[in-house]
C-alpha cells in the first residue's frame, strides 16, 4: 500500500511539473509571436502608446480604418477591436494598457449584444484572450467576477493556453497565421450575397422590451471609471438592416449622465440596404469602412 501511494503521489508530481513546464514554454512562445491574432494581442496589451485606441467588437475591429483616422487627424491610432467580444475584454485591455500610458481618446464601438443585452451568454467565451495575462494588475478580479473557480484553474499552465497553444505553436515555427491587420484594422473583402443574409436575433420582449444584463453593466459603469481623464466617444457603426434604436436606451443613458459623445450611423440612409458596402448584415466590407471612416473622421474633428 506504502509503494502505490508513493507511485500515485509520484505520477501527480510528475504531472504537475509538465504543466508547469508546459505554462513557461507557451508563455515564452506567445510572448515572442509579433504576427496574426497573438501578435496582436502582444501589441495591444504590452506596446501600444497610441493617442487615439478602437475597441469594441468585431464591428470594431472591421469596420474602422485606423491609417486613414491618423494620416486625416494627425493622431497615431490603433484598433483593438477584437471578433466576438465586448465591454469584459475592452476592460481588461484598457487596465493594461493604462499600466504604461493613458490614451488620448478612446473609440468605442458599441454592440448591444455582447456591451449590454441578456443573450444568456457563457461569460467564459469573452476571457480566452484575458487567460495569458492573469496576473496582470487587476485582470485576476475580472476572472474571479465571471467565476469564482477561476481562481483554482488558471493555477494551471495548460488551463492557460488551451485554447491557442496549438495555433501559436504553428506560428512560432511555422510563421503561418491570419494577417496582423493594419495598424490592427482588419478589412474584410468581398461584398455580400443578400440570399444569405441572417439578421442578428435580438431577444425582446413585447411587454417588457429588451432585457439587459446586470454584469455587463457593471463593467460598462468601470470602464466609464478608468476613463475619467480620457475623451471617450461611443460610435454605432452602420447596419445593413435598419437598427431599432430603443436597444439603445442605457448607452444613451450613460452618455447624458456622463457629457459622452454618441455618433450614430446605424440607420444612416447612405448605408442601409446598400450591398456595395456590406460584407454581411452586421459587417461592413472594406469599401464600406473606408466610406464610413471619412463620415467619421469629419464627426471626430468635432470632438478631438
Same mark, same amino acid.
Not at 49 to 64: K, N, T
Not at 65 to 94: K, P, V
Not at 267 to 272: A, L, Q, S, V
Given at each position: ?17 509538465? &504543466?508547469? #513546464?508546459? %505554462? ?12 496574426? %491574432?497573438? /501578435?496582436?494581442? @502582444?501589441?495591444?496589451? +504590452? ?8 475597441? %469594441? ?13 491618423? +494620416? ?17 475584454? =475592452? ?28 443573450? %444568456? ?5 469573452? #476571457? ?6 492573469? &496576473? ?10 465571471? &467565476? ?19 495555433? @501559436? ?8 497565421? =491570419? ?10 473583402? /468581398?461584398?455580400?450575397?443578400?440570399? $444569405? ?30 476613463? @475619467? ?12 438592416? @435598419?437598427?431599432?434604436?430603443?436597444? #439603445?436606451?442605457?448607452? $444613451? ?50 470632438? #478631438?
Amino acid at each position: 500500500m506504502r509503494n502505490f501511494i508513493c507511485k500515485v503521489l509520484f505520477f501527480c508530481l510528475i504531472i504537475v511539473v509538465m &504543466d508547469i #513546464l508546459f %505554462g513557461l514554454v507557451m508563455e515564452k512562445v506567445s510572448r515572442q509571436i509579433t504576427i496574426g %491574432g497573438t /501578435g496582436r494581442d @502582444n501589441y495591444i496589451c +504590452d506596446k501600444t502608446r497610441d493617442e487615439i485606441i478602437v475597441l %469594441g467588437s468585431s464591428r470594431a475591429e472591421h469596420h474602422y480604418n485606423t491609417q486613414m483616422i491618423s +494620416d486625416s487627424l494627425g493622431y497615431s491610432c490603433y484598433n483593438a477591436g477584437e471578433d466576438g467580444c465586448g465591454i469584459i475584454l =475592452a476592460y481588461g485591455r484598457l487596465l493594461m494598457m493604462q499600466e504604461r500610458y493613458t490614451p488620448k481618446t478612446i473609440i468605442y464601438e458599441v454592440t448591444p449584444s455582447f456591451d449590454y443585452l441578456d443573450e %444568456g451568454n457563457d461569460y467564459h467565451k469573452y #476571457l480566452y484572450k484575458l487567460k495569458r495575462h492573469y &496576473d496582470r494588475k487587476g485582470i485576476d478580479s475580472i476572472f474571479w467576477d465571471v &467565476d469564482k473557480t477561476e481562481r483554482i484553474k488558471m493555477l494551471s499552465g495548460t488551463y492557460r493556453h488551451n485554447s491557442s497553444f496549438l495555433q @501559436n505553436l504553428i506560428v512560432y515555427f511555422f510563421g503561418i497565421s =491570419a494577417d496582423t491587420g493594419i495598424r490592427g484594422y482588419r478589412p474584410l473583402n /468581398g461584398e455580400m450575397d443578400t440570399l $444569405k443574409i441572417k439578421k442578428n436575433k435580438i431577444a425582446y420582449d413585447s411587454k417588457n422590451g429588451y432585457k439587459y444584463d446586470a454584469f455587463k453593466l457593471q463593467y460598462i459603469n468601470k470602464f466609464l471609471n478608468k476613463t @475619467n481623464h480620457i475623451n471617450l466617444i461611443f460610435v454605432i457603426s452602420p447596419m445593413w438592416y @435598419n437598427m431599432d434604436t430603443e436597444v #439603445l436606451g442605457p448607452i $444613451k443613458k450613460k452618455c447624458e449622465e456622463h457629457d459622452i459623445p454618441l455618433l450614430d450611423f446605424s440607420n444612416n440612409p447612405k448605408y442601409t440596404f446598400n450591398n456595395h458596402f456590406f460584407k454581411d448584415g452586421t459587417h461592413l466590407n472594406a469599401d464600406g469602412a473606408d466610406e464610413f471612416t471619412r463620415d467619421l473622421i469629419k464627426e471626430l474633428r468635432k470632438h #478631438l
